[in-house]
């Protein structure tokens, strides 16, 4: 029985793993016992109701936009699959610029990118900090350039502030393709309608291919469950600091 003082975040990832668990168990067609508080269910329609509710909890957090172009392709830091998606995009001229955010565990893998561009961020980060170690890596007209932005506790938001003084400096950029995981759109987007300017065009898309990141399959895996549990957790205080600072302070960017 869940406690009433169970936070969200720990209640989501217990149901995940109580659906896995029963659905295992019925598997072959085998009749599983209701669970308490499911009286007048059968297992099976307890089982396919409470994988729905999963699903439908992955598809308020995942709310993609239809496929188009923008005048910038920009992709938000962390797995390989969402710079992998941003790049088919770009050669297929779904953007005109293309404007990757990098982590500091990211760096090497970058090199594994087929970049347009020669260039070697590990040798660019080896003279910062590790703990400082976030960029922006643009491709405009051709030119690749690296720059340091500051990436504070919250790191969605920093890489969004990062974005808008970034554009300041590129006001012909008006219209946006924004890629990065489904369960993490939804926050991307709280963030990018609180900061970005009026009159700049968003869309948001999704990772087709994110492993086992998907809507029928992260209540299945331990890492996925996770992930998206804490998502709902970070909305919520990203919501609470949105709320609180309509417009926050940009971060300065440096030149690399």
Known sequence: MVSRRMLPVQLIHRTAIVAMRLRGRSAGDERVGAPSGW????????????????????????PSDSAGCGDLIFVLAGRQSRKLYALELFRQGA??????????????????????????????????PAALRHYFVSLEAGKSEVELISRGRFGTLSEIRALVAWLQRRPHIRSLVIVSSGPHLRRVRACCRALLPEGVQMRFLATPDDGRLTRSDWWRDAHSRKLVAKEVGKLFVYRLLLMAKARVSQPEIRNE
């Open 39 to 62: 009286c007048g269910y059968d297992g099976g329609r307890g089982i396919r109701m409470l994988i729905q509710l999963l699903e439908r909890l992955y598809d308020w957090l995942s």
């Open 95 to 128: 953007g005109n610029n293309l404007l990757l955010s990098v982590g500091r565990f990211e760096i090497r893998k970058f090199a594994q990118l087929s970049w347009p561009a020669g260039i070697d961020l590990v040798r660019v980060a080896a003279g910062t």
